[in-house]
């Protein structure tokens, strides 16, 4: 009996130490299980999905917004300053911690309201969920088809008079599905993420298929077609 006490007495020793050892560990899991957020203030809005707070830059979890030169690119950047610049915001993190950047990746809180939702619900962006779907993933396509049935930015529906026309086939092919051709030059077809394809001096006969290629996440993606004025042709996920 006096060895077993003694046996669990070592065994509580050895469990406390390992807590101690890996302390660090265990508190951000523990913080991500009980969805602790971590109170920071917003020294600067580097584009529309990333800020720095105390030299520190954080990416927006869930979201892609337009680059450099892209259409938007400069409202998107605007609306996030509009709505947290110089403010205290929270952050929820997510599956992973750090991109391979080593960015902080976050959800952004403000008076409780998730201020990546509002990028996308608003058409500054797509949303975007490389490591996988989490419990917000429902959130963003909820707020991505509000936007598209409010036609505005990103989510503009396009008028060509192929927008009708060309369909995604499957995840690597366009079709044209209609009695007459269509020029497609300066359509862009992108993933959630950054890789897109724009089609040059490309025209479409009727019934005509174009392959395209591009890298989508093991985990879902989403792909979105543009027609030359940056309007919405398709979007579709897989």
């Not at 070592?10 to 991500?32: E, G, Q, T």
């Not at 995604?168 to 077809?189: A, P, Q, R, V």
């Not at 392959?211 to 030359?228: A, M, N, Q, R, S």
Request: net charge neutral.
């Amino acid at each position: 009996m006096n060895q077993r006490k003694k046996d669990i007495k070592i065994l509580i020793v050895l469990l406390i130490a390992l807590l101690i050892l890996n302390y660090p560990f265990l508190d951000d899991k523990l913080k991500s299980f009980l969805n602790v957020k971590e109170q920071i203030h917003v020294d600067r809005i580097i584009d529309g999905d990333t800020i720095e707070s105390n030299e520190t830059s954080i990416r927006l979890l869930g979201i892609n917004t337009p680059e450099r030169g892209e259409l938007y690119y400069n409202e998107a950047k605007t609306f996030l300053e509009s709505k947290i610049f110089n403010k205290t915001v929270s952050l929820e993190f997510g599956k992973e911690r750090y991109d391979k950047y080593n960015r902080t990746l976050a959800y952004v809180f403000l008076d409780n309201k998730n201020i990546n939702i509002k990028l996308v619900e608003n058409g500054f962006a797509n949303y975007y969920f490389p490591a996988g779907k989490d419990r917000h993933y429902p959130e963003f396509v909820q707020a991505w088809e509000m936007c598209i049935n409010n036609n505005i930015n990103l989510c503009e529906k396009s008028t060509n008079s192929c927008a009708s026309c060309i369909n995604l086939k499957d995840s690597k092919t366009l079709k044209n599905i209609c009695s007459f051709e269509c020029d497609i030059s300066g359509w862009k077809i992108k993933a959630e993420g950054r890789n897109n394809t724009i089609f040059q001096g490309k025209i479409l006969g009727s019934g005509e298929e174009i392959p395209f290629k591009l890298e989508l996440t093991e985990t879902g993606d989403t792909i979105f077609l543009w027609d030359d004025k940056g309007k919405l042709v398709v979007w579709k996920s897989y």
